[in-house]
């Protein structure tokens, strides 16, 4: 009796139960990605890829960086809105998901100066791929005024968890 019990506490053990990671992955980038469109747009190197197990299963997706304040050095006074968010692929403007990382800098006459401003930007959201295979996952951004946006000058980091429905 002892044995089927062993057992069959390893199958249960195997089983994943609704709400249990079935797996994760993660990619640190290291420099920077830059934009100057005015509509989301997938940034370079700023993705990670998970083999998702089930297309009935649910993925959480995370990263974190910083957005830089764009160069304004002889500037009047300007207001700049950049912002970045997830999408699964990399589609400029396409199937966007989870929260909006918005900075918004208003600057009056700058002269010979560069202030050093590195908003953190934390972003997460869930998504239902519906398929099995490989699932890319990336930050997409845009800012205002046709200036420069740098997504994670020193390093970002990036997650996908598979979550068993």
């Not at 370079?44 to 959480?60: D, G, K, P, W, Y």
């Not at 295979?133 to 990036?158: C, E, K, M, P, R």
């Amino acid at each position: 009796m002892g044995d089927v019990a062993q057992q069959g506490a390893a199958v249960r053990a195997r089983v994943k139960r609704p709400g249990d990671t079935v797996q994760e992955v993660t990619n640190r980038v290291t420099g920077g990605a830059t934009t100057t469109s005015a509509t989301y747009v997938a940034l370079t190197n700023e993705n990670v890829t998970i083999s998702v197990q089930s297309a009935a299963n649910l993925i959480r997706v995370e990263a974190a960086g910083t957005m830089a304040m764009p160069d304004l050095n002889g500037s009047t006074f300007i207001s700049i809105v950049s912002k970045v968010t997830l999408s699964r692929g990399a589609v400029a403007n396409t199937n966007l998901f989870g929260c909006i990382g918005v900075a918004h800098f208003s600057y009056g006459q700058i002269t010979n100066t560069q202030a050093g401003a590195y908003p953190p930007v934390s972003l997460f959201g869930y998504d239902v791929p519906n398929l099995a295979g490989n699932v890319t996952y990336a930050v997409q951004g845009q800012i205002s005024g046709g200036f420069i946006l740098t997504y994670s000058s020193d390093a970002a980091q990036f997650a996908a968890r598979e979550i068993q429905i």
